[in-house]
């Protein structure tokens, strides 16, 4: 399964932009996640989607500002971000699990795409 994540970009404080993650092939049934990683840090949970009963889950940081989303017929998963703020700043990435695991937890995905670059200038 390959994932290919695009969407990002430079942005102002409190702009908008909308990740994409396209999948080769829907062979996974579990959880669909994005994850970031700001320079010097780890990668930290970002959000997640359920395939199946689409249950939603978001890490506290991004509650309410972010929404994850998801078209079955293109196999593809959306992270609609808004009021960005220049902490949400780091290269953005999504992974795929085969089994259901903790949707939160990086080593528990088995599919990672590249990054997609986020800047949030103040």
């Known amino acids: 399964v390959q994932l290919q994540a695009s969407g990002g970009g430079l942005v102002q404080a409190g702009g908008s932009l909308r990740l994409s993650c396209a999948a080769s092939a829907r062979t996974f049934s579990s959880y669909m996640g994005w994850f970031r990683q700001a320079p010097g840090k780890e990668r930290e949970f970002v959000a997640a989607n359920r395939w199946s009963g689409g249950s939603t889950y978001y890490a506290d940081s991004v509650k309410g500002r972010f929404t994850i989303s998801r078209d079955n017929a293109k196999n593809t998963v959306y992270l609609q971000m808004n009021s960005l703020k220049p902490e949400d700043t780091a290269v953005y990435y999504c992974?795929?699990?085969?089994?259901?695991?903790?949707?939160?937890?990086?080593?528990?995905?088995?599919?990672w795409g590249r990054g997609t670059q986020v800047t949030v200038s103040s």
């Open positions: 992974a795929a699990q085969m089994y259901y695991r903790n949707y939160a937890l990086v080593n528990d995905y088995d599919y």
